[in-house]
């Protein structure tokens, strides 16, 4: 079954413990993102990657880091977590062209 | 820059009653345009998409949009609402080509009353 996966699904860790959450695809996509989702904003890219060794900021980059060695894989790193990152966050990959988004069932994030 | 704009945070319909949720966006090219659905606790889940072809795009669950370029619009409609539908829903748009991005609106909840 074509899908993304993210690691874990929920998630509850104190300020400043570096912690990954993990993404992977494998459906072949060369793009991959990160979203995160809070209350009365929607979704706000966080990164995104074109391909292997291939990434940028999105709109809201601050606080997070991400690293794309693998085609498949695109995990999100947040080396100093703080509670303003407290969310609710997605990954996606897409065919070529933006066509095919693919969404993540997402990873619950609490920073306490 | 693009963006999206959902009129209405949160709509309320009964049950067998027309569904309207609107969607107005602001592009420098003709965009991509989607519609999300987000069940609770879960992911999400395309609706359909417009991608320059019939300006009426018919999607899954009876749901359909129409692309209006004289009103940079792409509201979403179901003629008849069932409980099932109750859910919140995201408008979309992408550039054509450039980096993929999705912009997103901040989403209505809608609410299907028995």
């Known amino acids: 079954e074509a899908q993304v996966t993210q690691n874990p699904r929920y998630l509850i860790t104190v300020t400043g413990k570096k912690l990954t959450v993990t993404c992977s695809q494998n459906?072949?996509?060369?793009?991959m993102s990160w979203y995160r989702q809070d209350p009365g904003l929607g979704l706000r890219q966080i990164y995104y990657?074109?391909?292997?060794?291939?990434?940028d900021k999105g709109d809201v980059p601050e606080g997070y880091k991400v690293s794309r060695k693998e085609k498949r894989n695109f995990p999100l790193i947040l080396e100093s977590p703080s509670p303003n990152q407290t969310s609710l966050y997605f990954c996606?990959?897409?065919?070529?062209?933006?066509?095919?988004?693919?969404f993540g069932s997402g990873t619950r994030l609490t920073v306490v | 820059a693009q963006s999206v704009t959902q009129l209405g945070s949160h709509v309320s319909v009964s049950e067998g009653a027309l569904v309207l949720l609107r969607c107005n966006y602001s592009?420098?090219?003709?965009?991509?345009l989607f519609w999300y659905v987000q069940y609770p606790n879960q992911g999400l889940q395309l609706l359909l998409k417009?991608?320059?072809?019939?300006?009426l795009v018919k999607g899954i669950n009876g749901f359909e949009a129409e692309f209006k370029k004289s009103e940079t619009s792409f509201h979403l409609t179901k003629p008849s609402a069932h409980m099932s539908d109750a859910a919140e829903y995201f408008c979309?748009?992408?550039?054509?080509?450039?980096?993929?991005?999705?912009?997103f609106g901040k989403g209505t909840l809608l609410t299907v009353n028995p």
């Open positions: 996606a990959s897409s065919t070529p062209g933006g066509l095919g988004y693919t």
């Open positions: 459906m072949n996509h060369e793009y």
């Open positions: 990657s074109m391909n292997v060794e291939v990434t």
């Open positions: 592009s420098s090219v003709p965009p991509y």
């Open positions: 417009y991608t320059s072809a019939a300006t």
């Open positions: 979309a748009v992408s550039d054509r080509g450039g980096n993929y991005k999705l912009t």
